[in-house]
């Protein structure tokens, strides 16, 4: 059983930074890709970013140039570092985990969900 426990969230200026961490907890994270999606208030949970096993990165649009993603295969993390934080990414933040599979998708098919990381960015 793989659990997902993310950290990090917290309340930021526009412009700031923040870096989530998400520590997967169970065997085989290294063939697992990873992913971070949020939630805002009132909206539906959209993808943010990825990384496969090889490392191949992938992000949404909103967020490419001032997100990165990156793992961490000996402590079984993932982060999420984000930059120029704008009142747009405030959301609930969750980190996911997808088992390999040939019809990889970064945006859908994840098999495990953390609980999320409040994230709120001021203006």
């Known amino acids: 059983q793989v659990q997902l426990v993310e950290s990090g969230g917290g309340l930021v200026q526009t412009g700031g930074s923040l870096t989530l961490s998400c520590v997967f907890s169970?065997?085989?994270?290294?063939?697992?890709?990873m992913g971070w999606f949020r939630q805002a208030p009132g909206k539906e949970r959209e993808f943010v970013a990825a990384?496969?096993?090889?490392?191949?990165?992938y992000f949404a649009d909103a967020v490419k140039g001032r997100f990165t993603i990156s793992r961490d295969n000996a402590k079984n993390t993932v982060a999420l570092l984000m930059n120029s934080l704008k009142p747009e990414d405030t959301a609930v933040y969750y980190c996911?985990?997808?088992?390999?599979?040939?019809?990889?998708?970064?945006?859908?098919?994840?098999?495990?969900w953390g609980q999320g990381t409040q994230v709120t960015v001021s203006s």
């Open positions: 169970g065997r085989g994270f290294r063939s697992y890709a």
């Open positions: 996911a985990a997808q088992s390999p599979r040939i019809d990889f998708d970064p945006a859908t098919g994840y098999d495990y």
């Open positions: 990384i496969r096993w090889s490392e191949m990165t």
